[in-house]
């Protein structure tokens, strides 16, 4: 019989011993003590292994003689015996030939053809899809949040092809155009955040936060995972940029980018980074000293500007072409993408009230100009002019957060050494940025990229009729022809915006404010992780099966007895308990060091423990900090 003594170590670790009676006394020195009931209570190791090694050595529980020959085997009924039996306990471990290439986890049919041993049949189970405990990792993959429905699978088979086959339904209006042939990829499962927390419930109204800020930052998180497009003959490295995958169309009618053809590329850099590959297709750099525009632009960090990291020459394509390396923002869309869809509306097609579905709110517009003029002004302080204010070249890169791409590529294609550090150039330049910036205006307000040109009159009426009056005084402003000794200044766009910057500065802080929260509810993750790493390195190390500090006697049995009672937890009919709350609860506790007490019992229910979760916690540091100084 296993017993346990205190360990040498100073915890306060408890036996709980029962108080001796007339009955326990032994009769001899040599005879275990015996409980009351000890030899009418069936030996554990009959149920565990099959048989009780010590059965012949002083095992005071009940043995139940065995049958000398075995049972024959029921004809009717050809089922799995409900107990396992000395032979399968000894069998060797089945090892399947083939692995099936796909999903592992078996269908519960499958599962009961390939099991030859149960202890109890399915439905003696709980009810697997009436399950809902919210801390259950699936749960809120398989059920959904209960506004957005779940998938309505009845069984655990019909759940399993949801997910191979729908499970990214949701995601949908975020993925990303595909460009390439459909490459065979392994089905990643999309990660639970909400293992921790409570899923989160609405966010409060915040302008700059998604409703659905968990499930983008998800698929975010996929995109930056997509596998290469290999069809297309990529070069494999560029410069150390590796893995390219095409975000637009490369086949078909190409659009031009100024005179030239540009194509976009998502690649990994050397730091594991998602970058943007923007190439200019048979271009030839003449002049070296074009490149310096990239140089400045580089070092401006303003967080409405899409980064520009470096730009080079090279031939992997095939051609002369010239890359430009900006930062990538996972599933960012144009302006002209996300709202230059419905041209009916400036067309006056299918409005039936004074606002027609569709049309950008003028809250939201606001914002945008509030962006784009920082984006403008800190370039114009900086001695540049953007030259890329175009609805194709400001993105969408999260709710209502826009940046402006493409930066410093049209200083590099127009270079002309003899117009390099002309000062009148760059204050036309910049003046043409503020007139781009009222073209991009209207052009968002009508939903329609040629609202500025023939049909000006009519957009300035749908303006007017849709929109406050100081937004189209202020696009109107941008879009005017400066005046011989008055240039337009950005900084008079911002004297106009009046309290809509203190709006948009509230909104920003509400923003922080609830990011900071989800922050929060994450924390714990990173603590919880460490926890659950320490006990993978201390747990069943094959060179610690013969130290005694480990052996039922020593100090570090306290480990082995806590991870049996936070994981290998069984309910009344030897079930095992698969409750997370419980596993979670367990692990903060430890974390914490609370004083709270608990029970621990070994396997055999022959020895019970009392510690606190200090105590635990002093055990598993000192083991851990054993393992480290090896
Ligand atoms: N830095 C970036 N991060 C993420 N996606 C980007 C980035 N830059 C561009 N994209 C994406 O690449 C795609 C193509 O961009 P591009 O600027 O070529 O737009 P376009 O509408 O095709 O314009 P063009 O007329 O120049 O072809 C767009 O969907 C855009 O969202």
């Not at 001796?20 to 292994?49: F, G, L, M, Q, W």
């Not at 998604?210 to 069809?231: F, I, K, M, N, Y």
């Not at 329609?448 to 009519?458: D, Q, R, Y």
């Not at 200090?614 to 054993?626: G, L, Q, W, Y």
């Amino acid at each position: 019989m296993a017993f346990f003594s205190r360990p040498p170590s100073t915890n306060a670790a408890v036996r709980i011993v029962a108080p001796p009676t007339a009955d326990d006394v032994p009769k001899t020195a040599s005879a275990p003590p015996a409980r009351k009931d000890t030899t009418k209570r069936e030996c554990r190791n009959i149920h565990i292994y099959g048989s009780c090694k010590y059965q012949d050595k002083g095992c005071i529980y009940y043995h139940p003689s065995r049958p000398t020959t075995p049972p024959p085997a029921p004809a009717a009924q050809p089922e799995t015996p409900s107990r396992l039996t000395q032979a399968a306990a000894n069998a060797p471990v089945f090892v399947p030939k083939n692995l099936p290439a796909g999903p592992t986890s078996p269908t519960p049919s499958r599962a009961q053809a390939q099991t030859p041993v149960t202890a109890t049949t399915l439905s003696d189970s709980p009810p697997l899809t009436e399950y809902n405990d919210p801390y259950d990792p699936n749960y809120y993959y398989y059920h959904g949040s209960g506004s957005e429905g779940g998938y309505g699978h009845d069984s655990i088979e019909g759940q399993f092809q949801a997910m191979e086959v729908g499970a990214y339904d949701d995601y949908d209006v975020m993925q990303p155009v595909d460009y390439y042939p459909p490459q065979p990829t392994f089905i990643r499962q999309p990660l639970n955040y909400h293992l921790y927390t409570l899923p989160p419930t609405a966010p409060p109204p915040s302008h700059f936060i998604s409703p659905t800020l968990h499930t983008d930052l998800q698929v975010r998180s996929e995109t930056l995972h997509t596998g290469p497009a290999s069809s297309l003959g990529l070069p494999e490295d560029i410069n150390g940029y590796h893995t390219l995958v095409p975000l637009e169309n490369t086949t078909g009618e190409r659009r031009k980018f100024g005179n030239w053809i540009s194509t976009v590329y998502r690649a990994t850099g050397k730091d594991g980074r998602g970058y943007v590959l923007r190439r200019i297709e048979n271009y030839r750099l003449m002049h070296e000293h074009a490149f310096k525009a990239v140089e400045q632009w580089s070092q401006l960090r303003q967080p409405n500007i899409i980064a520009l990291h470096e730009a080079f020459t090279t031939k992997a394509f095939g051609d002369n072409s010239v890359v430009f390396v900006y930062t990538y923002h996972p599933n960012s869309q144009t302006l002209q993408e996300a709202h230059m869809k419905n041209k009916a509306i400036f067309s006056g097609r299918g409005q039936s009230g004074s606002s027609p579905a569709g049309l950008v709110p003028e809250r939201t517009i606001w914002s945008y100009i509030i962006q784009i003029a920082e984006a403008i002004k800190s370039a114009h302080d900086a001695g540049l002019a953007v030259r890329m204010i175009d609805i194709s070249k400001v993105l969408l890169t999260g709710q209502n957060r826009v940046r402006v791409s493409a930066c410093g590529i049209a200083e590099v294609l127009t270079y002309s050494p003899a117009l390099a550090g002309v000062s009148t150039i760059i204050t036309t330049l910049q003046q043409e940025d503020i007139t781009m910036f009222g073209k991009l205006v209207f052009e968002l307000c009508c939903g329609h990229a040629g609202a500025v040109g023939a049909s000006f009159p009519k957009s300035l009426e749908f303006v007017q009729k849709h929109y406050s009056p100081d937004l189209k005084t202020v696009a109107l402003f941008m879009l005017s022809s400066p005046q011989p000794h008055q240039q337009k200044h950005i900084g008079v766009v911002f004297d106009m915006l009046g309290s809509r910057l203190l709006t948009e500065i509230d909104d920003l802080q509400n923003g922080m404010d609830h990011l900071e929260g989800e922050l929060m509810s994450e924390l714990e993750n990173a603590r919880l992780v460490r926890l659950l790493c320490k006990f993978g390195f201390i747990n069943e190390r094959p060179e610690f099966a013969r130290d005694a500090r480990w052996s039922e006697t020593g100090d570090r049995y306290i480990i082995k007895l806590f991870r049996d009672y936070v994981f290998h937890q069984v309910d009344e009919r030897g079930n095992p308990v698969v409750n997370m709350s419980h596993v979670l609860s367990c692990l903060n506790k430890l974390d914490a060091g609370t004083d709270e007490r608990i029970l621990l019992v070994s396997r055999d229910e022959q020895s019970v423990l009392v510690v606190s979760y200090k105590e635990v916690k002093a055990c598993i540091e000192a083991a851990f900090a054993d393992l480290s100084r090896r």
